[in-house]
């Protein structure tokens, strides 16, 4: 008898010895499963670094979404055209769960659609989403903007009878768009910034008549791998603990990645924290305006000559300019265009002032009094209690080989912010065909 005859033998006379076996090699394969999901899409496209496995566990994410309470957006964004944002979409076309890939649709179509297929919706071209004069898009980004969330639905007359009935809205979606997308979108979303391909990366030509067969046999295998680990994904996320290193929103999006890849491939679990440090920290970065818009209103409370009911604009920048470790000073060259910019979509505009040296424009301070109101008392409020509330974290699953705890000192030194797990959020919280072939210098489609 050979050795591995012998082994056979043992095992079948070993029942505890034969499930530890198998449990070994499930174990290897699920964790098989996300590396070859991360070579697939990584092959065709050049991707910014801390995204491809986040992409892959977002893939299988999709098959299991109505598992979570919130499922993240992917929003894949580029300074100018021909950086794949359209090759990625096709690439999760061939890997998600009933994808969906098109243009901005009719409004009764989306609902309709996303309410019978549940699919995984893959959206180009919304830069239209940006425009607040196109009412078509704003209806359709009203439904986007609700459909992150579980049980998320809207209502609508049908039949001769108007009677009304409601469409559930939540999927899977993902978006590609140049620049940027509305704060909404934005806010519910994990940001990936492509960029165009340099010529010293290389990747693999998209031929979607060569890609078709081992797409659909990689398709197959996810839908059965993620099939038949429900149950372990629903207890993953019944018993998770929160992400502490996160802010409330980023956590919502990133719990579903989190709770895959603690089923899928624990090892992998201080890797991800990395990824989603990266990612939200860049998300941060990119809404520094916003930021500039609340301190400049802080500010130019700070600013304003007490008594004095009208500024003109230049006396106005001298202050502003002349405030210590403002960013007013050289970080931010802020001119009368400038100001009244920052100023619009807070309700405050320039007018004709009368004061004693003439009328020049400036400012009445009765048009920022409602903005002191709303925005710089709220935002000494929501930074105390947000000091107040911070806590710590962590994450651990009994029924998992590892977790954030075991591994999270391969990404940070600094253990004192908790470790990667994931919650369930309780509640609604408030927030966000290309060309084949592709040539040098750029990747391909848009």
Same mark, same amino acid.
């Given at each position: 008898?050979?050795? %591995?005859?012998? $082994?056979?033998?043992?095992?079948? %006379?070993?029942?505890?010895?034969?499930?530890?076996?198998?449990?070994?090699?499930?174990?290897?394969?699920?964790? @098989?499963?996300?590396?070859?999901?991360?070579?697939?899409?990584?092959?065709?496209?050049?991707?910014?670094?801390? +995204?491809?496995?986040?992409? @892959?566990?977002?893939?299988?994410?999709?098959? @299991?979404?109505?598992?979570?309470?919130?499922?993240?957006?992917?929003?894949?964004?580029?300074?100018?055209?021909?950086? =794949?944002?359209?090759?990625?979409?096709?690439?999760?076309?061939? !890997?998600?769960?009933?994808?969906?890939?098109?243009?901005?649709?009719?409004?009764?179509?989306?609902?309709?659609?996303?309410?019978?297929?549940?699919?995984?919706?893959?959206?180009?071209?919304?830069?239209?989403?940006?425009?607040?004069?196109?009412?078509?898009?704003?209806?359709?980004?009203?439904?986007?903007?609700?459909?992150?969330?579980?049980?998320?639905?809207?209502?609508?007359? $049908? =039949?001769?009878?108007?009677?009304?009935?409601?469409?559930? +809205?939540?999927?899977?979606? @993902?978006?590609?768009?140049?620049? #940027?997308?509305?704060?909404?979108?934005?806010?519910?979303?994990?940001?990936?910034?492509?960029?165009?391909?340099?010529?010293?990366?290389?990747?693999?030509?998209?031929?979607?008549?060569?890609?078709?067969?081992?797409?659909?046999?990689?398709?197959?295998?996810?839908?059965?791998?993620? =099939?038949?680990?429900?149950?372990?994904?629903?207890?993953?996320?019944?018993?998770?603990?929160?992400?502490?290193?996160?802010?409330?929103?980023?956590?919502?999006?990133?719990?579903?990645?989190? +709770?895959?890849?603690?089923?899928?491939?624990?090892?992998? !679990?201080?890797?991800?924290?990395?990824?989603?440090?990266? !990612?939200?920290?860049?998300?941060?970065?990119? /809404? $520094?305006?916003?930021?500039?818009?609340?301190?400049?209103?802080?500010?130019?409370?700070?600013?304003?000559?007490?008594?004095?009911?009208?500024?003109?604009?230049?006396?106005?920048?001298?202050?502003?300019?002349?405030?210590?470790?403002?960013?007013?000073?050289?970080?931010?060259?802020?001119?009368?265009?400038?100001?009244?910019?920052?100023?619009?979509?807070?309700?405050?505009? #320039?007018?004709?002032?009368? !004061?004693?040296?003439?009328?020049?424009?400036?400012?009445? %301070?009765?048009?920022?009094?409602?903005?002191?109101?709303?925005?710089?008392?709220?935002?000494?409020?929501?930074?105390?209690?947000?000091?107040?509330?911070?806590?710590?974290?962590?994450? #651990? /699953?009994?029924?998992?080989?590892?977790?954030?705890?075991?591994?999270?000192? #391969?990404?940070?030194?600094?253990?004192?912010?908790?470790?990667?797990?994931?919650?369930?959020?309780?509640?609604?919280?408030? =927030?966000?065909?290309?060309?084949?072939?592709?040539?040098?210098?750029?990747?391909?489609?848009?």
């Amino acid at each position: 008898m050979s050795e %591995r005859e012998e $082994v056979a033998q043992h095992l079948l %006379r070993d029942p505890e010895a034969r499930e530890s076996v198998l449990e070994q090699r499930r174990a290897e394969e699920k964790a @098989a499963l996300v590396q070859e999901v991360e070579k697939f899409i990584t092959q065709y496209l050049v991707l910014p670094g801390h +995204v491809a496995l986040p992409l @892959a566990l977002w893939v299988l994410a999709t098959y @299991a979404f109505s598992l979570f309470d919130a499922f993240p957006y992917l929003a894949v964004l580029s300074p100018v055209k021909r950086c =794949g944002k359209t090759r990625l979409l096709e690439v999760l076309e061939l !890997l998600c769960s009933r994808p969906w890939l098109t243009l901005p649709p009719s409004e009764a179509a989306l609902f309709r659609y996303i309410d019978t297929v549940k699919p995984t919706l893959l959206l180009d071209e919304v830069e239209i989403f940006r425009n607040p004069k196109a009412e078509r898009a704003q209806w359709l980004l009203a439904i986007l903007n609700a459909g992150h969330r579980k049980g998320a639905s809207i209502a609508r007359c $049908v =039949g001769e009878s108007n009677k009304v009935q409601k469409f559930d +809205v939540y999927c899977p979606k @993902a978006f590609a768009a140049i620049e #940027s997308l509305p704060d909404t979108l934005a806010d519910r979303s994990i940001i990936i910034h492509m960029q165009r391909k340099r010529k010293t990366d290389k990747t693999q030509r998209f031929n979607l008549r060569r890609v078709s067969r081992p797409a659909k046999l990689l398709q197959e295998e996810i839908a059965r791998l993620v =099939g038949s680990e429900k149950k372990a994904l629903r207890e993953a996320y019944d018993q998770a603990s929160p992400l502490e290193f996160l802010e409330d929103r980023e956590e919502d999006l990133f719990t579903p990645v989190f +709770v895959v890849c603690a089923t899928f491939s624990p090892s992998r !679990l201080g890797e991800l924290k990395g990824c989603a440090l990266a !990612l939200t920290g860049a998300k941060a970065e990119a /809404d $520094v305006d916003d930021s500039l818009g609340l301190r400049l209103l802080k500010d130019i409370s700070q600013v304003w000559p007490e008594g004095q009911r009208y500024i003109s604009t230049e006396d106005l920048l001298s202050r502003l300019r002349g405030l210590a470790e403002s960013p007013w000073q050289t970080g931010v060259e802020l001119t009368p265009r400038k100001l009244a910019w920052m100023l619009r979509p807070f309700g405050v505009t #320039s007018r004709t002032v009368r !004061l004693e040296s003439g009328t020049p424009r400036g400012y009445a %301070r009765e048009d920022f009094i409602p903005c002191f109101s709303s925005y710089v008392a709220r935002e000494v409020k929501q930074v105390t209690q947000a000091s107040i509330d911070a806590g710590p974290g962590h994450f #651990s /699953d009994p029924k998992q080989r590892g977790s954030v705890s075991d591994v999270e000192k #391969s990404v940070s030194p600094n253990n004192d912010a908790g470790c990667g797990g994931c919650c369930t959020s309780e509640g609604t919280k408030e =927030g966000k065909g290309g060309k084949k072939g592709g040539g040098n210098g750029e990747q391909e489609g848009s």
